[in-house]
């Protein structure tokens, strides 16, 4: 009679299968590395932030969360219809106000029966806009200084803005980088226009 349990000697050892092992471990140490990468580059050269009011509705709405790229104007200077995320008049203590970019340096600036004129041509809008009631400082012409931008919020008669003079032309220094993906919700997930 033969025993069915305890030791058996003669029981064979069940190979490793190296080959397999060596190949999880280089895909494990591949995708550490990329979510590595990933996480260093978000945050040296973007970083996350949450809208704060309406006033860039309906491109961009109360708590939505946006990615910064604060590396491209470094390197460059921002573009009419630019997207920026900027600290106003460089407060610290302020949230980050974003804006679009209407007017560049040494452009001439002026709001008349609700229409945005730069350099005495309509601007151009990129985003669908109401007239503007109320023109505040931009009613008389403007002219924008060496490294300064007029910014006006999408949502035209519900912003602080370059028209206002707690604000007025945004200084290239206090232009913390350029608002380009929403991260959050996840139904507007994707890159800004």
Known sequence: ??????LDFNRRKRKVNTGLLRELAVWTGEILLAVLTAAVLVLSVGFRISVVGPSMSPTLENGEQILV???GYKLFDPKRNDLVVFLP???EKAHYYIKRVIALPGD???IKDGIVYINGEPFEEKAE???IENPL???DEI???KDEYFVLGDNRN???DSRYASIGNVKKEHIIGQAWFIAYPWNKFGFLK
């Open 158 to 160: 519900n912003s602080e």
């Open 69 to 71: 790229n604060r590396i």
């Open 1 to 6: 009679m033969r025993r069915t349990s305890g």
């Open 129 to 131: 806009v109401s007239a």
């Open 137 to 139: 400082l931009a009613e």
């Open 108 to 110: 001439r600036v002026q």
């Open 143 to 145: 002219v924008i200084g």
């Open 89 to 91: 008049n460089g407060n």
